[in-house]
């Protein structure tokens, strides 16, 4: 079953332009070189306090996604003993927050070399 994790980045963080980030994940059975890993991200809106309420009245997060005026985007995927690195692209013109999910697939693909 695939494995998900919310990382939020704060303003504070200054993410802004091309950034380099590398996310260590401790998870059972770790990632690997051959991890299959998805990556995305978006603006989101910071309340500070759970705002996010689950179906049963838990608290869930204290931010949401939101469809803001900044470009916010991942590339450059690659996964590595332990975690994944990857390049967050923020196009905005002051830092805005973010929240990038990284999700990582069971199993590994299968390869070839295209001729």
């Known amino acids: 079953m695939a494995k998900s994790i919310r990382v939020f980045y704060g303003k504070e963080h200054g993410l802004l332009g091309r950034s380099r980030l590398d996310f260590k994940w401790g998870i059972n059975p770790p990632i690997s070189p051959l991890s299959i890993v998805h990556v995305?991200?978006?603006?989101?809106?910071?309340?500070?306090?759970?705002?996010?309420?689950?179906?049963?009245?838990?608290?869930?997060?204290?931010?949401?996604?939101?469809?803001?005026?900044?470009?916010?985007?991942?590339s450059n995927v690659s996964p590595h003993s332990g975690g994944v690195a990857f390049i967050l692209h923020v196009g905005a013109p002051a830092p805005v927050d973010v929240v990038v999910t990284i999700t990582v697939e069971d199993g590994t693909p299968q390869q070839f070399r295209a001729p």
Do not use: N
């Open 40 to 74: 995305s991200a978006a603006e989101a809106t910071d309340y500070g306090s759970a705002y996010v309420i689950g179906p049963h009245g838990q608290t869930q997060q204290d931010y949401i996604f939101s469809l803001g005026d900044a470009d916010v985007w991942v």
